[in-house]
């Protein structure tokens, strides 16, 4: 019969019941670092717009002075 307990399989050891943790620890542990990398990329990025624009705005009102 199927699903039927025979007794004949051993019984797991307690420590195997955590093993999910490690897991769980490594798919946070992976995301957070994603994000971090995504936020210093973002930073980054924001940054260099910053100064393009800045410097754009000068050119145009240097050009709106002379």
Do not use: K
């Not at 924001?46 to 050009?63: I, P």
């Amino acid at each position: 019969m199927a699903g039927t307990d025979t007794g004949d399989e051993r019984p797991r050891p307690r420590w195997q019941d955590g093993l999910w943790a490690i897991g769980a620890t490594a798919l946070v542990v992976g995301v957070g670092s994603l994000m971090l990398g995504l936020a210093v990329v973002f930073l980054g990025w924001l940054t260099w717009y910053n100064l393009r624009f800045d410097r754009r705005l000068s050119q145009m009102r240097g050009r709106l002075r002379s």
